[in-house]
T-cell receptor, first 119, second 109 residues
Framework: QLAESGGGSVQSGGSLRLSCVVS????????MGWVRQAPGKGLEWVSG????????YYADSVKGRFTISRDTSKNTVFLQLNSLRAEDTALYYC??????????????WGQGTMVAVAS | DIQMTQSPSTLSASIGDRVTITCRAS??????LAWYQQKPGKAPKALIY?????ESGVPSRFSGSGSGSGTEFTLTINSLQSDDFATYYC?????????FGQGTRLEMK
């Protein structure tokens, strides 16, 4: 199971830290990622981290502003969102890669946490 | 970045119909193509990976195929059921950045 939290309403330029608490498997056994969905829109991949935590990936739209990390002792993946813009308003899903490839298919998703950025 | 283009954007169908959704990649992605189903207010659910492999628990009325070119793919749903009305997305995972198609909304005729 994946359980996201940390979303909320923030002013443009503000920051939030999203958390994804993982249960049922260890975060250092699978690569993980974040995917967002703006209201009424499609899916947009945001960021990913390998199972070893050594490599991170970002969409160009968030590079330099967002940071993905993980804490194996808490079995949690984080997404730090800085310099937020109105276009970052979306439901943010945490998701797990499923088949051992990199990149891969997301075979497990959380229910999402909503981020709303007021301009 | 690899652009993924789905067609149609909206598809109207009836219970029992066979429907096909197409996804085109802007360049060769081999067979690194997945399909998801998303219902309103819910997270996406993976249906198919590596073009044609069914995820565990997904009904066999769902199938995926590719043209062999590495750029054209289809999702077919046979004998449409009421539970299948949803939005479907393709996703390429050949290379970062991961990209999704814009979605196909399957609605009841």
């Amino acid at each position: 199971q994946l359980a996201e939290s940390g979303g909320g309403s923030v002013q443009s330029g503000g920051s939030l830290r999203l958390s994804c608490v993982v249960s049922g498997f260890a975060v250092d056994n699978y690569a993980m990622g974040w995917v967002r969905q703006a209201p009424g829109k499609g899916l947009e991949w945001v960021s990913g981290i390998t199972e070893y935590g050594g490599t991170t990936y970002y969409a160009d739209s968030v590079k330099g502003r967002f940071t993905i990390s993980r804490d194996t002792s808490k079995n949690t993946v984080f997404l730090q969102l800085n310099s937020l813009r109105a276009e970052d308003t979306a439901l943010y899903y945490c998701a797990k890669f499923g088949h051992g490839y990199n990149p891969d298919v997301f075979d497990l998703w959380g229910q999402g946490t909503m981020v709303a950025v007021a301009s | 970045d690899i652009q993924m283009t789905q067609s149609p954007s909206t598809l109207s169908a009836s219970i029992g119909d066979r429907v096909t959704i197409t996804c085109r990649a802007s360049r060769d992605i081999s067979d690194w193509l997945a399909w998801y189903q998303q219902k309103p207010g819910k997270a996406p659910k993976a249906l198919i990976y590596k073009t044609s492999s069914l995820e565990s628990g997904v009904p066999s009325r769902f199938s995926g195929s590719g043209s062999g070119s590495g750029t054209e793919f289809t999702l077919t749903i046979n004998s449409l059921q009421s539970d299948d009305f949803a939005t479907y997305y393709c996703q390429q995972y050949n290379i970062y950045p991961i990209t999704f198609g814009q979605g196909t909304r399957l609605e009841m005729k």
